[in-house]
Structures are given as C-alpha cells and as structure tokens.
C-alpha cells in the first residue's frame, strides 16, 4: 500500500495496463486499504458452498502488490473470473464445489444476504451485465443463462468482494482507463475461445479496449463485469488529490509487463470533468450557405464516426439575406482534432468555432425483452441507481411493426411496458428480506 491509512476517498481510477480481472479488483483495494475484515464478515454473510480466503504478499515486475486467491475444495483451486477464465487473475480450474448457478439463483443468494443496501445493488448489478452479456453471446434471454465458471463460488466472492471493498473505502465514483484486453486462444467451459472472450466484448462495448502486446488472456468476463457495472467513464487519469494507490497481483507472470491492476483513490479537483459536475467538451460550428442539402445526411453520419456524441443543423439566415444552416457538433474531450478534420474535408466551410460546454447523463444501461414477433432492445436510464427513463430503441420497434403488422405505437408500447415489468421484477429481488439490515 502506498500513502496514509485508509480514510474515505470518493474517487477510485483502475489503471488496467494488463488487463483487469475479479481478484486482480480485490488485491488493488485491499493494497490501497480496505479491511481484510470487512471483506471476510461480508463474505460470511453469503449463503456458498465452503470455500477459503488466502490473501498474500506477492511481486510483478519488482513492484509489490497483494494477491488473493480462492479455495472451494480441499486439493482444488477456484478461478477468478468468467467463462473461460485462465486470464491473469486465474489460479486454476474451480474447483469440485464450485457449483453452476443461474441468474436466479444468484439473485436468490445476493437477495437473502445481509448487505448494505448498496453493496447489494453494484453485486446485483454487475451479475445483471454479466447475465446481459452471456444471453447475447449464446442467443438466450438472459434469464436462462447458466453461469458456468462464472457463478462458481470464486466468482461470486469476486464481485461482491468488489462491492464490499469500494463500500468500505467510501468510493462514490470510479473510473477506468483503456482496458488491455490480451490476444491469443483460451480454454473454458464451451471449449476454445477467442482472446477477448466473446462476453468481454459485450461487457466493454463502448469502453477503449486495445490487445495490450501479451498473447494471453488479460481482462476475464468477472473484472470486465466490475467495470462495466461500476465505471461511469473511462479516459485518463483525471486531476486529483491523491491519497491511496493500490496494486492487485494476477497468478500469471508475463515476460512483457507486471500482471497488475493497479488502483488510485483520491478526491478529483475539476468537477467540471465529468460526474456531478458534468462531462467536459466543446461544441463545434460551423455557419453554410453554399453546400449542397443532399450532402447533409452524408457529413453527419462521418462526424458522428469520428466520434461526435451529437450533430444537428440549424436554419439560418446569413449575411446578403441568405439562406443557410449552422452546423453544431457536440465533440467529447479530445476529439475535436478528428471532428475539425472531417469539416475541413466534407464541407464547404473555411472557419470553425469552438464553445466549451458541459454535458450531464444518466447513467445508461441496455435490457432486451420479448415481444411479439421477436425481441426488442430498450434503453434504461438511472439517477444513482433509480429508474427514471425507459426508451425504446425505435429501429428494434420498427423492424417488428414491419414484421408483424403492428402499429408502431403499440410495439413501443408493449416493449417499454415489458421493461418496466423486468425491472420492476429485478428490483424485488433487490430487496433484503423483513429482518435484515
């Protein structure tokens, strides 16, 4: 552990230069400060198969660090992570009582348990992405996922690990950088995978990935869901107070970097830079007269390829009485460059200006739902952790009022009343029971 004792620290950035993975998470917060303590009595709460906490003292690349690893069977080794888990946190094969769970028999366990509330809602939530992830790679909804290696008694102590540790160090936020993801083949419970594994993929959509130059497995489904389901951006190390840093060992040892995970807890000093504060960014404009109207379709779908979150015209009148339009671009840090380039060579314009601004979000989440005629995605967005918007996705809705019939209203209707109902349902399960704490 590097700084002062533990004290609350409200911000957490995972700097995952090898990969990230379930008990990779775990040994970076406990060398950052967390208490073993809590992590044992939590853990104890849990209604799993036997298994053993070992957490060490470890080296990668000459640098200390903490390992942990986990024991379901006398003789036998659990994995840390998801399907197909040999990755950098991986110790073996789970062992013999490392049983297969479902999404509902881990909402079942995680709902029976005495949590803190919120330590109950980020385990929920990252078995939730995981059971989302998984659905999408076999073609199953995700309730009829069969976790594998993932609902194995390791993983379980993984992701509610996870929550426990941030619980405890008082995090509020977390942050992520491009996550190595490794390359190469591995094994798991379908046999060989590719490198990222297929649910890896799914879990980081959105997310900066990048292979990381290691022919192995780097980040594993288990650390990809921990992000996923606790990181609300990922991008530099943001300015902050530092306080603690933290180093979490994986089992491998890679000739071409440390297999660490490496974790910075702070107190972030430009709230402009995202979270409360609002994300920063600029918008671009650009006021025409003379380009053509076919074109328009044309530069918007290269502008939002270049990565602008938003493009809209504006009519307006220029100098000499002309008609025209201004053309805004809402560009995220650092991408103006790119975005500036596609104006220069799209369009007409000889002059672009620039308007700093700040952008508030919910955080978004993705569930599918069936419908007649077959499924539809609809977007979810939460307010630390609240329900306040449910949206169709309106080509899902299209494609089926084309196929069945339907009045398009009525299918955007059906498919957001058929996401309340899923997350009315997984809210219940949320629930502690009458007597818990």
Known sequence: MTGPPASAAPFAYFDCFAGVAGDMV???????????????????????????????????????????????????????GGTGDTGPGASGAAGAGSAERTWADLRAVLAAADLAEPVRRRALETFSRLAGAEGRVHRVPPEAVSFHEVG?????????????????????????????????????????????????????????VYAGGVEAELTTPTGAAILAASASR?????????????????????????????????????????????????????????????????????????????????????????????????????????????LWRETSTLGVRGLPVRKWALERRLVEVELPGGKARVKVGLDQGRVVNVAPEFADCARLAEQTGRPLKEVMARAQAAALTLLDAESGAARPPRGAS
């Open 26 to 80: 775990l040994g970076a917060l406990l060398d950052a400060g967390a208490s073993v303590e809590v992590l044992r009595a939590g853990l104890d709460r849990l209604d799993l198969d036997p298994f053993e906490l070992e957490v060490a003292a470890a080296e990668r690349g000459g640098i200390g660090a903490t390992q942990v690893s986990v024991h379901t069977a006398p003789g036998g080794t659990g994995g840390t």
């Open 234 to 342: 990922f991008g530099e190390l943001p300015a902050l107070r530092l306080a603690r840093t933290g180093y979490g060992a994986g089992s491998r040892v890679h000739r071409e970097l440390p297999n660490l995970l490496r974790v910075v807890l702070g107190e972030r000093l430009d709230p402009s830079a995202g979270g409360g504060g609002g994300d920063g960014g600029l918008v671009l404009e650009a006021n025409i007269d003379d380009m053509t109207p076919e074109l328009a379709p044309w530069v918007l779908d290269r502008l939002l390829g270049a990565g602008a979150s938003d493009v809209w015209l504006t009519p307006v009148h220029m100098k000499k009485g002309r008609p025209g339009i201004t053309l805004s671009v809402l560009c995220p840090a650092g991408t103006d460059a790119e975005i500036r380039a596609v």
């Open 152 to 208: 194995a008694v390791d993983a379980v102590v993984d992701v509610v690990g996870a929550a426990l540790l941030l619980h405890d160090l008082g995090v509020e936020e977390v942050w992520a950088s491009p996550v190595a993801t490794g390359s190469g083949r591995t094994h798991g419970g379908h046999g060989v995978l590719p490198v990222p594994a297929p649910a890896v993929l799914e879990l980081l959509r959105g997310a900066p």
